[in-house]
């Protein structure tokens, strides 16, 4: 069995971590750096050794290119990682580790945004999809007068979870004259949702999806957006297959695979439980959580609980086994070496606002990932 880590932690640094650095991407000519002394830490390593790249001053350290880097308690971050997609909230995460709230808050941010670029690194040598799913999933930040829907597209054949994005909504359905108000209030105080955010979520799936495909097969349920977002994807030909939503939920329903995520989604993300005390208070934070289920289940999960013995990348050909959680959160990832789509680029740097919170602070930490 192959037992190579993806994202190894270098004996000797192979890039410049400065961004700005003509070293930081890969270049023909060689790279000059040279050793800067040591410095101790409480933790292993004890030791750790310091550089300084010749071309443009900047100092760096081992522990820079691992992804316990600036963390205090590096210790947690596997735990986390392991009780995000285990049905546990942030708080029973800190009572399970005997720590308060912050150690675990932090790490999950930071783990969503490795994830972000986890899954796009992996997306890199993927093959154009011809055969996808794609759906939404309905719920909430703070209270269900704040609807927000997170929409997934899948490889039907392999289960394989592409991409996902979120969108705000505004509260519908059944409401009494007091909720009617109640939201009228509310979004004279907050403002209203985008009207335009499902559409504009939807096509940035499914562009990133069918990427590359000149046709492809899109199964979906009877929503009145798709169609609307499917005419701006004008490369590729596709053949859109609508399926009721009142259809039993069994494996012989087209849309099975993103009705199983729904539900695994519900089941391992304590915040989209029904009628859960345990919903997010930040938008923002149940996506890196999201972030965090998706490189678990294409990854880490075998696709079937019974007789399988493939991920849904394994079945891509993406990867040849399953990896464990500390493979692959081991070396660090730098954002500027990857793509991200439009939304994912705001999901990374945290510019998504939770109307509801007088205070939304973004990730502005660019030598701290």
Request: proline share 6%.
């Amino acid at each position: 069995m192959n037992t190579k880590t993806p994202f190894p932690c270098p004996s000797t640094p192979q890039f410049c971590p400065n961004a700005d650095c003509r070293f930081h991407h890969p270049q023909p000519d060689p790279w000059r750096y040279h050793k800067y002394g040591t410095y101790p830490r409480q933790k292993p390593p004890y030791t750790v050794q310091r550089y300084r790249c010749r071309h443009c001053g900047r100092c760096f350290a081992d522990q820079t290119f691992k992804a316990t880097y600036w963390l205090k308690c590096p210790e947690h971050l596997i735990e986390v990682q392991k009780h995000a997609v285990s049905g546990a909230a942030n708080r029973q995460i800190a009572r399970i580790l005997r720590c308060s709230p912050s150690p675990v808050d932090n790490p999950l941010a930071r783990l969503g945004r490795h994830c972000i670029l986890v899954h796009r690194h992996f997306m890199q040598n993927v093959s154009p999809f011809g055969d996808i799913v794609l759906d939404g999933l309905l719920t909430f930040e703070r209270s269900q007068y704040h609807p927000f829907e997170i929409i997934t597209a899948i490889d039907r054949p392999t289960s394989f979870v592409i991409h996902f994005a979120e969108a705000e909504r505004r509260r519908s359905g059944r409401m009494t004259a007091y909720q009617k108000k109640k939201r009228a209030k509310l979004e004279a105080l907050y403002g209203k949702a985008n009207p335009r955010a499902v559409r504009d979520a939807v096509t940035e799936v499914l562009s990133v999806a069918l990427a590359g495909a000149s046709e492809a097969q899109l199964w979906s349920d009877e929503h009145t957006t798709y169609p609307i977002a499917l005419k701006e994807l004008v490369w590729c030909q596709i053949d859109h297959r609508t399926i009721s939503s009142k259809m039993r939920r069994t494996i012989r329903n087209p849309l099975f695979e993103v009705n199983l995520l729904d539900m695994l989604l519900r089941h391992c993300q304590k915040a989209h439980t029904r009628e859960t005390i345990a919903f997010c208070r930040r938008r923002q934070d149940a996506i890196y959580r999201m972030a965090i289920m998706l490189v678990w289940r294409n990854y880490i999960k075998l696709r079937r609980e019974r007789r399988c013995t493939a991920t849904p990348a394994m079945m891509l050909g993406l990867t040849d086994r399953a990896y464990l959680e500390e493979e692959l959160v081991c070396g660090r990832l730098f954002v500027s070496h990857y793509e991200l789509p439009r939304l994912w680029d705001d999901y990374y740097w945290r510019r998504v606002k939770t109307r509801a919170l007088a205070v939304n602070r973004g990730h502005e930490l660019k030598d701290a990932f």
